[in-house]
């Protein structure tokens, strides 16, 4: 049997579809128990949080265990198997190892270092354990993971690299800056009661809100938080339960609010949200005359000044003399670039391009320079016609190659109008979603989501000690492959003891019934003999063979020694049966 893990996290696919494959709490049960049901299962486990589904199984054949996970993770999330594909990771073995071992520490954590994934591994390992679906193999790979995990931020500073999905979510809402700062005096509303929905009430009662609203479909366990929230040594913020019906009145009160719960649809609508900060958002900031594109003084410039209009402003002497086919009002004002030069002339075809350099050649703009007239808007310096000229006659041939001469103006810029400052912070922890994506639009308020919180984690940087952290996983993956290696040997070791034991009680029988008067002193030495003799000759080989066996590719000495020593798989199979049973009644809680 062979350790196989088929899953997508936010990694690999986009929330949109994490969204759509969420497993609820029944879903989880029922793919626990068609997976065991399944032909190349015989343990599995399900590792679901917000932004992963994960199926680990004990499989006998790769291929049809990989294609049975496969389609059980889209049979029980509801998306079909072609659209799943793309976005799921097959792991195996010893990769398989290392996979949950570098999540149980943070390592493919969407914030790295963040330690609520161990509490999700043990509540998925307790979940196999109930419906009898992990064997020996599943708990003590998911013990191990949260041995390791305990070990990575115990050992390193990887809790520095990374906070809590919580925290990180609040530094989002207040863009960087101090959380305290933001947070002090706001009124809160938390939405749901489950691990995440307490870390978020906890960090927000330790940020300083002055009041949190707790919402819960059942009731009792909002006041039971709400209780904790009170009686909290280090915070003095006021906290109350309401039920689920309360929250859009709690809602058009609250500064922030918090949701995570497991609802398959969703909890704040964007109409619910618009009627929470209705008279509460300010007015966006109108764009003034002054600040819009193309008005006289803007970013853009403008190609409505002085001289711009296609009869030409008195003293220019441009755009409105005879013969000049040069449209002036798209070119003036246009920064960098000579009315005379390449962007004046951009577009125009050969002929027009010819009468342009005729009229610029009879010294109409230079004469007006000359003569002390107002220089264009636009240009550099003083103007010099005959290199100009020069240059229009070598776009001129330009043009008489490729027909015209590409548009090259700069574009205006565009000044959106500003949005208002938010009144109203939502922050949705959920997955599938519990707040409408329609609420990005909105103004005055301000949705962090986890979609969001991908984008902004994707460039966040990582802590020296991730490295330390990375190697005790390896090192932690090296010595359970080794251990389990060994363990597969065990009963083909034991079983061949089993068998000595037997021969060695044979020829004491034998003996017995050939020197029927040797008394109790000389058989007993003589048994003795021959056992240290037989166990002599084992000694060493079995030994070898477990190291050997530890090695990676040691699972054949197995089979070798079996081959060997002609036993019996059967009996190999009863001493594995009889140590999984015992291993399960010693097994502790999770």
Wanted: some cysteine.
């Amino acid at each position: 049997m062979s350790l196989l893990v088929v899953g997508l996290s936010h990694r690999s696919a986009p929330v949109s579809v994490l969204e759509r494959a969420a497993l609820p709490a029944d879903a989880q049960v029922k793919l626990l128990q068609d997976t065991v049901a399944a032909e190349p299962a015989s343990e599995a486990a399900v590792l679901a949080t917000c932004n992963r589904i994960e199926l680990y199984a004990d499989v006998d054949k790769f291929h049809a265990g990989v294609a049975e996970l496969s389609t059980l993770l889209a049979q029980h999330s509801g998306v079909g198997l072609e659209e799943l594909t793309p976005y799921l990771y097959v792991h195996y073995e010893d990769r398989a190892v290392h996979h949950l071992f570098s999540v149980a520490c943070g390592l493919d954590s969407m914030v790295v270092g963040e330690g609520q994934i161990l509490g999700q591994i043990k509540d998925s390992l307790a979940r196999a354990q109930d419906l009898h679906s992990a064997g020996r193999l599943l708990n003590d790979l998911f013990q191990q993971a949260l041995r390791v995990g305990k070990r990575a931020h115990t050992e390193t500073g990887i809790d520095r690299a990374g906070q809590s999905l919580v925290t990180f979510g609040l530094e989002q809402l207040a863009r960087g800056g101090d959380v305290q700062q933001w947070a002090r005096g706001k009124n809160a509303l938390v939405i749901g009661a489950g691990s995440m929905s307490s870390l978020a009430a906890a960090t927000l009662a330790r940020a300083g809100v002055a009041e949190i609203v707790v919402a819960n479909r059942t009731v009792d366990r909002a006041e039971r938080l709400a209780q904790i929230l009170m009686e909290g040594d280090d915070t003095d913020v006021a906290a109350r339960a309401v039920p689920m019906e309360s929250v859009p009145a709690e809602l058009t009160r609250a500064d922030v609010a918090v949701s995570c719960t497991g609802a398959t649809g969703l909890v704040l609508t964007a109409e619910s949200v618009t009627d929470a900060v209705e008279g509460r958002t300010p007015a966006p900031r109108a764009v003034s005359g002054e600040d819009a594109p193309g008005a006289p003084g803007g970013e853009s410039g403008s190609a409505a000044g002085p001289g711009a209009q296609r009869g030409g402003a008195p003293g220019t002497g441009l755009g409105g003399e005879d013969g000049c086919p040069l449209e002036l009002s798209s070119v003036q004002g246009t920064a960098g670039f000579s009315v005379l030069g390449e962007a004046a002339v951009a577009g125009m075809a050969a002929a027009d391009l010819e009468q342009h350099a005729a009229w610029v050649d009879n010294g109409t703009v230079g004469g007006a320079q000359r003569a002390g007239g107002p220089a264009r808007p636009g240009t550099a310096g003083t103007l010099d016609p005959a290199a100009d000229t020069g240059a229009i006659a070598a776009l001129a041939a330009t043009v008489a190659t490729v027909g015209r001469i590409p548009e090259r103006r700069r574009p205006e810029p565009v000044e959106e109008p500003q949005r208002p400052e938010p009144v109203l912070f939502l922050l949705d922890l959920a997955m599938p979603r519990d707040i409408d994506a329609a609420v990005h639009r909105l103004g005055g308020v301000r949705l962090v989501d986890i979609e969001s919180l991908a984008e902004a984690s994707a460039g966040a940087p990582m802590a020296a000690d991730v490295d330390q952290v990375r190697r005790i996983v390896s090192d932690e993956v090296a010595a359970f492959g080794a251990a389990l290696r060994a363990a597969h040997i065990t009963p083909t070791v034991v079983a061949l003891r089993t068998m000595a034991a037997d021969v060695v009680a044979g020829e004491i029988a034998r003996l017995d019934g050939r020197l029927p008067g040797l008394d109790d002193k000389h058989r007993a030495e003589i048994t003795q003999t021959v056992r240290r003799v037989v166990d002599k000759l084992l000694h060493a080989p079995t030994v070898r063979v477990k190291q050997l066996a530890a090695e990676p590719g040691g699972a054949g000495y197995a089979d070798a020694l079996r081959t060997l020593f002609d036993l019996d798989p059967e009996t190999v199979a009863a001493v594995s049966r009889a140590e999984d049973s015992t291993t399960e009644k010693d097994r502790g809680p999770a």
